[in-house]
């Protein structure tokens, strides 16, 4: 009903079918033909031919009113695909733990709303499980995770690779008999950890410490249970927590053992009552990846999000 509405327009903008046959480079009987069969549909006339210039009948008054509607209706929304493709406007919804929105998130975010400040971001904290659940069901656009998850249904960019570390408290006796395997902060944050120069700590020596864990179905948990398993240790686990950051801190009060990454090292105060201690790079090297569902259509927003985290990435 209405279908070439750009033709019905010309002829009432023109009042003329032929000059609006050739502001549309047809010629008037094909124009003729598409107007008459516009109007049998309808069922009823849209211009009063009888009239010198070309008027329209009151049933043409209320199509031409529809049709402006329906123009501006489609200008808005080419306008909005424009602003979209110029990132003038859009959101990114975007998820992590809380060791990665405190230290990962903020710089990548200050940089991409100082470039687009219109492009609004939402920042969901979660564990791992509740952020891919948000993930696959679309509630987020981007997930910033260390987990691996399948490759079937999770499309993935490398931000860093990263790697984890064995945290002790400083006051447990066992740190006495390996000193020389300590690592300071600075063989941390400059990643002198990593040469060969630098061995992983013998873990059996920890067989029998209280440890702190995350919870299944976190990539950290899985690599602490295969490093035990390696060891055959059966680990004495006072506690299983959510966040690698409240392990940690549990850590730092002295409570147990925690498996933290060189991340959250780097990008945490560092506490005098905690030392740490490189692990088999088998087990303890990883990827830092953004994930998205795959086969989600990616928006210009996120490609843009994703090159500023690229620009962003600590080496």
Do not use: W
């Given at each position: 009903?209405?279908?070439?509405?750009?033709?019905?327009?010309?002829?009432?903008?023109?009042?003329?079918?032929?000059?609006?046959?050739?502001?549309?480079?047809?010629?008037?009987?094909?124009?003729?033909?598409?107007?008459?069969?516009?109007?049998?549909?309808?069922?009823?006339?849209?211009?009063?031919?009888?009239?010198?210039?070309?008027?329209?009948?009151?049933?043409?008054?209320?199509?031409?009113?529809?049709?402006?509607?329906?123009?501006?209706?489609?200008?808005?929304?080419?306008?909005?695909?424009?602003?979209?493709?110029?990132?003038?406007?859009?959101?990114?919804?975007?998820?992590?733990?809380?060791?990665?929105?405190?230290?990962?998130?903020?710089?990548?975010?200050?940089?991409?709303?100082?470039?687009?400040?219109?492009?609004?971001?939402?920042?969901?904290?979660?564990?791992?499980?509740?952020?891919?659940?948000?993930?696959?069901?679309?509630?987020?656009?981007?997930?910033?995770?260390n987990y691996i998850f399948d490759s079937s249904s999770h499309a993935s960019v490398l931000y860093r690779m990263e790697n984890l570390l064995l945290a002790v408290p400083a006051a447990y006796p066992v740190n006495n008999q390996l000193k020389n395997y300590q690592l300071s902060l600075d063989d941390i944050t400059s990643r002198r950890f990593l040469s060969d120069i630098f061995p992983a700590v013998p873990f059996e020596r920890f067989a029998n410490e209280p440890f702190i864990l995350l919870k299944s179905g976190n990539d950290t948990r899985d690599r602490a249970m295969s490093i035990f398993e390696h060891h055959h240790i059966k680990p004495n686990v006072l506690l299983n927590l959510d966040q690698q950051m409240t392990s940690y801190n549990v850590t730092c009060s002295g409570i147990g053992i925690s498996f933290v990454t060189d991340t959250l090292v780097m990008n945490t105060y560092h506490n005098p009552n905690v030392v740490f201690y490189k692990l088999d790079p088998e087990y303890s090297r990883r990827a830092l990846c953004f994930f998205y569902k795959n086969g989600k259509y990616v928006t210009r927003a996120m490609e843009e999000f994703l090159k500023i985290a690229s620009e962003t990435v600590l080496n």
């Open positions: 009903m209405f279908s070439n509405p750009e033709y019905v327009y010309e002829v009432y903008k023109e009042r003329s079918f032929s000059k609006a046959a050739k502001n549309l480079f047809i010629s008037q009987p094909a124009l003729s033909v598409t107007i008459k069969r516009i109007e049998h549909k309808i069922g009823c006339p849209i211009f009063d031919r009888s009239t010198n210039p070309v008027g329209l009948t009151e049933c043409g008054e209320k199509y031409i009113e529809v049709i402006k509607q329906y123009m501006d209706l489609q200008n808005g929304f080419m306008n909005y695909l424009s602003n979209l493709e110029e990132l003038k406007v859009g959101e990114i919804n975007v998820g992590g733990s809380n060791l990665f929105t405190s230290c990962i998130l903020p710089p990548i975010i200050a940089r991409f709303t100082k470039r687009y400040p219109s492009i609004e971001i939402n920042v969901v904290e979660a564990n791992t499980p509740q952020l891919d659940q948000k993930l696959m069901d679309g509630s987020l656009d981007l997930i910033v995770d």
